[in-house]
């Protein structure tokens, strides 16, 4: 899979070679190009943005600079691009947006900063069919400064996606917002078993593995009852 991300922050993008998604790349797993966006700009001084038609504050990058950005880097992918664009007003991104994403070779994120990009580019990529769509999507109800933090969230939660990229394929099943019962995972311990005078329950040191899947089961309920009773069956 190949991921361009169109920026006018390219640095913010860069703990992508990092952990997991670092590795990804190195294995060939996954392909992730980041693009400054004014190096697209036709103005003085690679201004990629303008005034708002109609009036108002704040700034709306221009609709011209987009559509070269993103017409040169669709020539270099060798499948229809998916292109995501971050916004608060999208879709909330979630696991299976995610996995949907994952069949798809070539994606496409466009960060935008400012007031957002002039809507006439969802719309024009959304008629184009050397395309493979357009979909607008918020990473929760709040408003970040600029998509990248986004394009970070949203280029992870598909790497581990990937398969091959984990290196134990067998946990992400158990996985909160994977798991078959759409349960939240349950709590995890490690060494040592007793920790400021807090133990471990027993239960995970007896070696009994029935018992220690019936402990998992209960824990995993449990906690989405506390936190997540929004996601009980
Ligand atoms: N005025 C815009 C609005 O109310 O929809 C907010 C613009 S925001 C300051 C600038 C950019 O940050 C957005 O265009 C988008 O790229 C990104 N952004 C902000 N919040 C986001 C969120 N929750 N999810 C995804 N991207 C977000």
Same mark, same amino acid.
């Given at each position: 899979?190949? &991921?361009?991300?169109?920026?006018?922050?390219?640095?913010?993008?860069?703990?992508?070679?990092? *952990?997991?998604?670092?590795?990804?790349?190195?294995?060939?797993?996954?392909?992730?190009?980041?693009?400054?966006?004014?190096?697209?700009?036709?103005?003085?001084?690679?201004?990629?943005?303008?005034?708002?038609?109609?009036?108002?504050? #704040?700034?709306?990058?221009?609709?011209?600079?987009?559509?070269?950005?993103?017409?040169?880097?669709?020539? *270099?992918?060798? *499948?229809?691009?998916?292109?995501?664009?971050?916004?608060?007003?999208?879709?909330?991104?979630?696991?299976?947006?995610?996995?949907?994403?994952?069949?798809?070779?070539? &994606?496409?994120?466009?960060?935008?900063?400012?007031?957002?990009?002039?809507?006439?580019?969802?719309?024009?990529?959304?008629?184009?069919?050397?395309?493979?769509?357009?979909?607008?999507?918020?990473?929760?109800?709040?408003?970040?400064? #600029?998509?990248?933090?986004?394009?970070?969230?949203?280029?992870?939660?598909?790497?581990?996606?990937?398969?091959?990229?984990?290196?134990?394929?067998?946990?992400?099943?158990?996985?909160?917002?994977?798991?078959?019962? #759409?349960?939240?995972?349950?709590?995890?311990?490690?060494?040592?078993?007793?920790?400021?005078?807090?133990?471990?329950?027993?239960?995970?040191?007896?070696?009994?593995?029935?018992?220690?899947?019936?402990?998992?089961?209960?824990?995993?309920?449990?906690?989405?009852?506390?936190?997540?009773?929004?996601?009980?069956?």
């Amino acid at each position: 899979m190949i &991921i361009d991300i169109v920026s006018i922050f390219p640095e913010y993008l860069e703990p992508l070679s990092l *952990s997991l998604v670092g590795k990804a790349q190195e294995t060939g797993k996954l392909t992730v190009r980041v693009h400054d966006l004014r190096d697209w700009s036709a103005a003085p001084h690679h201004r990629v943005d303008d005034t708002p038609y109609g009036g108002g504050p #704040g700034m709306v990058m221009d609709a011209p600079t987009w559509g070269r950005a993103l017409d040169e880097i669709a020539q *270099s992918c060798d *499948s229809k691009p998916l292109l995501v664009i971050p916004t608060p007003s999208g879709k909330v991104f979630d696991q299976p947006t995610a996995r949907s994403w994952v069949g798809n070779q070539s &994606i496409v994120i466009a960060c935008a900063r400012y007031e957002g990009i002039d809507s006439r580019v969802s719309q024009h990529y959304q008629t184009r069919s050397d395309w493979a769509g357009v979909q607008e999507v918020s990473i929760g109800n709040y408003v970040l400064a #600029g998509g990248e933090a986004a394009a970070l969230v949203m280029v992870e939660t598909v790497a581990r996606l990937i398969p091959g990229v984990l290196g134990n394929p067998e946990s992400a099943p158990d996985d909160t917002f994977s798991r078959a019962d #759409g349960l939240l995972e349950g709590s995890v311990y490690t060494k040592p078993p007793t920790w400021r005078d807090l133990e471990v329950p027993p239960v995970l040191l007896s070696g009994n593995h029935q018992a220690i899947d019936q402990w998992r089961a209960a824990s995993a309920e449990e906690k989405t009852r506390n936190l997540r009773p929004d996601l009980l069956p």
